[in-house]
T-cell receptor, first 112, second 114 residues
Framework: KQEVTQIPAALSVPEGENLVLNCSFT??????LQWFRQDPGKGLTSLLL?????REQTSGRLNASLDKSSGRSTLYIAASQPGDSATYLC???????????FGQGTTLQVKP | DGGITQSPKYLFRKEGQNVTLSCEQN?????MYWYRQDPGQGLRLIYY???????QKGDIAEGYSVSREKKESFPLTVTSAQKNPTAFYLC?????????????FGPGTRLTVL
């Protein structure tokens, strides 16, 4: 059974720091991995999608990497800003149902 | 402006009532999904639909029902059989069920049982 874990559960950093969020999964047979952002009381915004054949994806100040063999992904945020404060969720897709298996998220606070 | 809309944003239900949550998408996606989000438990799949007039149970389908009469619409009914319905409900869609496709989410409906 696929399980997804995100560490740490919460993170507080000063503005301007570079930071890394971690995501691990137990079954390496995945189609893809998505990183999402969720603001309080809101829906999920897709940040990056990494296909199983890819090693990394970049969008602006965000860079996500994928190491299938070790069951790990990282989300790197460069030069963090207060507007980056949110909960970040990773999810893997590993079956024909299209179902995403989610981690419980990392809540990030960037202090001015 | 393409996207997924959910209504209402907030919904209050008395015990014993059925309520229906709306989900509409104009992305021309074949596949649609309903997830439930509870504090500390992440998101869990309730139902999904690959195509019009077809839908399948997810991991926590008990107490819920869906229909897919139109490609754009995938309403979720929370029945009185659902023992603990208070949660945040999220609808999503993707081009199809193939594993490589990105899922997009709506803004959610928060359901509270009074």
């Amino acid at each position: 059974k696929q399980e997804v874990t995100q560490i740490p559960a919460a993170l507080s950093v000063p503005e301007g720091e570079n930071l890394v969020l971690n995501c691990s999964f137990t079954d390496s047979a995945i189609y893809n991995l998505q990183w999402f952002r969720q603001d309080p009381g809101k829906g999920l915004t897709s940040l990056l999608l990494i296909q199983s054949s890819q090693r990394e994806q970049t969008s602006g100040r965000l860079n996500a990497s994928l190491d299938k063999s070790s069951g790990r992904s990282t989300l790197y945020i460069a030069a963090s800003q207060p507007g980056d404060s949110a909960t970040y969720l990773c999810a893997v897709r590993s079956g024909n149902t299209g179902k995403l298996i989610f981690g419980q998220g990392t809540t990030l606070q960037v202090k001015p | 402006d393409g996207g997924i809309t959910q209504s209402p944003k907030y919904l209050f239900r008395k015990e014993g009532q059925n309520v229906t949550l709306s989900c509409e998408q104009n992305l021309n996606h074949d596949a649609m999904y309903w997830y439930r989000q509870d504090p500390g438990q992440g998101l869990r799949l309730i139902y999904y639909s690959q195509i019009v007039n077809d839908f399948q149970k997810g991991d926590i389908a008990e107490g819920y029902s869906v229909s897919r009469e139109k490609k754009e619409s995938f309403p979720l009914t929370v029945t009185s059989a659902q023992k603990n319905p208070t949660a945040f409900y999220l609808c999503a869609s993707s081009i199809d069920l193939k594993g490589r496709n990105e899922q997009f989410f709506g803004p959610g409906t928060r359901l509270t049982v009074l």
